[in-house]
């Protein structure tokens, strides 16, 4: 009788009382994982080791070659969207995110999440569980210290909270860094100052600690744990050690790393052998700057590796406290490569130094002005960017660039921002000893980041709430995923995508898809693709079957209207 009350006392304890009306009692506690979900940053489709990569991730490989690797599953193109979703599991703008955090006037492209959805932590609280967060929040527009915070970690659902609420930043100095609903530094944190600050080690031993407490404290409650991590988004910064590892490795340029790639994927078989290669970005021959082109490669792969080191960590918390068999461990990310070019112009440096007014060094409790330059490091030298400035350390500010991008995405085309494959291809990585008995295998059930949600409710025991403090919850949208960790079928009618004008729906084998203007609304033609046949969207079959074309796209309006990512604020409205 006590293990089936204290779950539901805990649960009125972590919430104020509560949420629903007609709730069932939560499962007891020692039939429930834990659940440690883990995102990275601007990372691409075969980056990783275990996707066909020559990045050295052997703590996710082992992950990976002890569960399951999903070959087909999405996110939806960009951080704020990917992150709103993933939290949610509604479609980015049904929860008020469909773009970026400025407020269109539209309810679909709001300044952060609304009070028409709930996050996962939320939910699993409700149900008894403990929930913690370390890294990128990145889903509202109120980032000052002391503007709103309704929509902070803290007040959707995290009971403890460690990172940064903007996205992305200085490695060595992030902006907008919190410890709980306080603003920090590096060097004014009174419970984490290592030696050496790296922000992504800063995530990970705040994860483990998080772990260790629980430990401590209620080891009797499962927890949820969000890990959100900024690699490998820019800039590229990286520790020398792990720079070094990777010397010389990218010094052959685009063409060889893509080309081993492609045919690792093959051999893996993560993609099929019908599979093509989308065409490369940039001529390696015609660079002036190789060096500098091979060096931000190499600091990207250094960054990859500091963050699978730092998942390492955790994975060995949970082993020590006795909780790796029966913890949901799912990774994934949160779009594709990124082609934006932060840092790399010809003649940025000038106009960034320039831009730093005080070249003194920063008080211990002043913080970072912006996410990016003009700024300058803690003991006060200006930031640079530009070819010819090396990346890595902590006073440059570059990004890796298009062309590595088109690297990262192989076989795919596009990027971050599209919503071609490209763009929203994300491996999934899920590890579960206590249910998944196989090791090592595939699952090619087309899967999205609102399958999160139904997963993290269904593994839970938990109540997907339809109304919290007497307002309407939209209905999660998506499957859970256990099913097809058991190697059956998830059964869906299609998955949807909106971005920027760029429009998607996946149903079954095929994909319709097309580009669209931002700034116009001006909108391409429909392509249409057999998924099976042509992952990498090389063969538009839009002109020889029409009537699929408009099925589909009357699908894709349908849910347009419906989940308001329509109206739009691109453009003229269609």
Same mark, same amino acid.
């Given at each position: ?38 995102? $990275? ?87 008894? /569980? ?79 600690? /998080? ?27 990286? &520790? ?21 790639? /492609? ?14 290669? $989308? ?20 600091? /990207? ?178 499957? $859970? ?56 969207? &090389? ?36």
């Amino acid at each position: 009788m006590i293990q089936r009350i204290l779950p539901i006392l805990f649960a009125l304890l972590a919430t104020g009382g509560a949420r629903t009306s007609g709730a069932p009692a939560p499962a007891p506690a020692a039939a429930r994982a834990s659940i440690v979900l883990i995102m $990275s940053d601007d990372m691409g489709f075969s980056d990783l080791g275990c996707c066909g990569g020559e990045i050295r991730t052997p703590h996710l490989d082992r992950l990976a070659a002890n569960g399951l690797r999903f070959t087909q599953f999405y996110n939806a193109a960009r951080c704020c969207p990917t992150r709103a979703s993933l939290l949610t599991g509604l479609y980015p703008h049904q929860a008020g995110v469909g773009w970026m955090l400025a407020d269109q006037k539209l309810e679909g492209y709001s300044t952060g999440l609304n009070d028409r959805c709930v996050t996962i932590a939320e939910v699993l609280r409700a149900a008894g /569980y403990r929930a913690y967060m370390t890294g990128k929040w990145h889903v509202t527009a109120h980032t000052g210290p002391n503007g709103p915070k309704d929509n902070w970690p803290l007040q959707r659902g995290f009971e403890r909270f460690y990172g940064t609420i903007t996205g992305g930043g200085n490695f060595y100095d992030p902006t907008t860094l919190c410890r709980q609903n306080t603003y920090i530094t590096p060097v004014n944190d009174p419970e984490y100052r290592p030696e050496r600050f790296y922000y992504t080690d800063a995530i990970s031993d705040n994860a483990v600690r /998080y772990i260790d407490d629980h430990a401590r404290d209620t080891p009797a409650r499962p927890f949820f744990l969000y890990v959100a991590y900024t690699a490998a988004h820019w800039p590229m910064h990286a &520790l020398p050690e792990d720079i070094a590892a990777y010397k010389g490795v990218y010094d052959g340029g685009y063409g060889p790393i893509r080309e081993a790639r /492609y045919r690792r994927l093959k051999e893996m078989g993560l993609i099929g052998e019908a599979c093509g290669l $989308s065409p490369q970005a940039g001529d390696w021959d015609a660079l002036e700057h190789k060096a500098w082109e091979a060096r931000c490669m190499e600091v /990207y792969a250094a960054m990859v590796t500091a963050m699978d080191r730092g998942i390492g960590r955790i994975v060995a918390a949970l082993e020590r406290h006795g909780r790796l068999d029966d913890a949901l461990i799912l990774f994934l990310q949160d779009n594709g490569g990124c082609a934006e070019g932060m840092g790399r112009g010809p003649k940025i440096n000038d106009t960034w130094v320039a831009g730093v007014k005080d070249a003194h060094p920063m008080a211990p409790d002043e913080l970072q002005p912006a996410i990016w330059p003009p700024m300058k490091t803690r003991d006060g030298r200006p930031v640079r960017g530009g070819p010819g400035v090396m990346p890595g350390p902590a006073d440059t500010y570059i990004a890796y660039g298009r062309d590595w991008a088109n690297v990262s995405n192989t076989p795919f085309r596009e990027y971050k921002h599209w919503v071609h494959e490209g763009g929203i291809s994300t491996p999934l990585i899920v590890h579960w000893p206590a249910r998944i008995r196989t090791h090592g295998e595939f699952r090619r059930e087309p899967g999205h980041l609102i399958d999160i949600m139904a997963t993290c409710v269904d593994v839970a025991g938990a109540e997907y709430p339809k109304e919290v403090k007497g307002k309407p919850i939209a209905p999660a949208e998506g499957e $859970s995923l256990v099913p097809a960790f058991e190697g059956r079928r998830i059964e869906r009618d299609a998955i949807y995508w909106e971005h920027e004008a760029n429009c998607a729906i996946r149903a079954g084998k095929w994909k319709l898809v097309r580009k669209g203007n931002m700034n116009t609304g001006k909108l391409g033609a429909w392509e249409l693709y057999d998924m099976e046949a042509d992952r990498a969207e &090389l063969h538009d079959l839009s002109k020889q079957d029409p009537r699929r074309v408009e099925e589909l796209a009357k699908k894709w309006e349908a849910w347009a209207e419906r989940t308001h990512a329509k109206p739009w604020p691109w453009g003229k409205k269609p």
